[in-house]
């Protein structure tokens, strides 16, 4: 049983593995289950793995390189969606064609979105002949070894998840973990060398910022800023024109400044912003937004506190990492304030009581701790308190 955990590049294929296809020992089986939190990715490993299988080439993975997740139409290649798929018709797939089998042909049947696969004894009972390859949309984790508990004799056996029945067919488990923040900016500029497009610094943080660890959407982007570059050097300001979500990334500069209590940078970013066009009502509800993710960063301990408060808030682990450092300065009292201010604000703002411009002015002022800039007492009333 082989377990493989892939960076940014992919992994290396196992000496076993090298070794099986020079004919110094005998092959492990040919069963695969790619799983992970990047789907993209994990596609990309599968279409990497199903080329590699095809030609008998054994060079390392590298999904920096990989230029598709299209499978292609291989001779002997099946594929099939484990939503609708019968397990029963997986397992024909793989077995001999008899006299209609091509001399060379190698057998590869891919099951996408393995994780709903309806009856997981089907990889045990596949033919050992063929390649089995799970994709799974999802990571799955297999269950830990626990000595078996007496139940009652009536009692149904539970189903075993897909980790544990590949580990116990002799598998090989490939983990495609979701992009890190230090792993972005390598991953963005090495999916633009591949499509030809040329992308300055500014421009890579922009673009990671903008999309995050969302790899499928760094090739759209990517793609998108190519044809409009037609061959020239793409920048930030051309990113921050052509991807939705780059005024996130200036509002998050904004916060930062504002946490930092930089008013001068805080406000030559506000200046920048609504010299853009950008709404007031919008730049503020970015900010609300960036203070929330900024109280449950403030809250994170571990990875998996991270993607649980994601959920939560329906954002990413990476947008709640990003803010990590930055939360260690700012207290729950702080944050609660800053609601206050931009809840006044906004109102200041929609009932005419002040000019738009010197509202935000106060807001970004009060936020970064200037005295005598609260925009709260514009408002009739008292702000919500928690």
Request: charged content about 25%; some cysteine.
């Amino acid at each position: 049983m082989a377990f493989r955990r892939h960076g940014p590049k992919g992994s290396r294929v196992s000496v076993r593995h090298r070794a099986a296809r020079l004919g110094r020992v005998s092959p492990a089986r040919s069963l695969y289950l790619i799983h992970g939190e990047d789907p993209y990715r994990a596609r990309l490993r599968a279409a990497e793995l199903v080329a590699a299988l095809a030609s008998g080439d054994a060079r390392s993975s590298n999904l920096r390189t990989q230029r598709t997740a299209d499978l292609g139409a291989r001779l002997g290649l099946s594929r099939h969606d484990a939503r609708t798929t019968e397990p029963a018709a997986i397992e024909l797939s793989g077995a001999s064609q008899g006299l209609f089998d091509a001399v060379d042909e190698v057998r590869i049947v891919v099951v996408e979105h393995a994780e709903a696969l309806k009856d997981t004894s089907v990889v045990a009972r596949f033919p050992t002949e063929a390649t089995l390859v799970l994709v799974s949309q999802t990571k799955i984790q297999a269950r830990g070894r626990r000595a078996p508990a007496k139940a009652k004799p009536s009692a149904p056996e539970p189903a075993a998840d897909l980790a544990s029945v590949v580990e116990a067919a002799g598998g090989t488990i490939e983990h495609i973990p979701r992009l890190g923040p230090g792993e972005l900016g390598g991953w963005i500029a090495a999916r633009a060398t591949l499509l030809g497009v040329e992308l300055g610094p500014d421009a890579i943080n922009e673009l990671g910022a903008a999309v995050g660890a969302d790899s499928e959407r760094v090739d759209q982007e990517l793609a998108k800023l190519g044809a409009f570059a037609a061959g020239a050097r793409v920048s930030g300001a051309d990113v921050r024109v052509l991807v939705s979500g780059a005024i996130e990334t200036d509002v998050f500069e904004l916060t930062q400044a504002v946490v930092r209590r930089d008013s001068q940078t805080a406000l030559k970013r506000l200046e920048t912003l609504l010299a853009e066009g950008q709404a007031p009502q919008q730049i503020l509800a970015l900010l609300l937004w960036q203070f929330r993710v900024l109280l449950f960063a403030s809250a994170m301990k571990t990875g998996a506190d991270a993607e649980r408060m994601a959920k939560a808030i329906r954002s990413s682990a990476y947008a709640i990492g990003k803010w990590q450092a930055f939360a260690r300065r700012v207290a729950r009292a702080d944050i609660i304030r800053a609601y206050e201010v931009v809840y006044a604000t906004d109102i200041a703002i929609k009932t005419g009581r002040i000019n738009e411009q010197l509202a935000m002015t106060l807001c970004i002022l009060d936020l970064c701790g200037v005295h005598a800039a609260d925009p709260r007492e514009l408002v009739v009333g008292e702000p919500p308190h928690s």
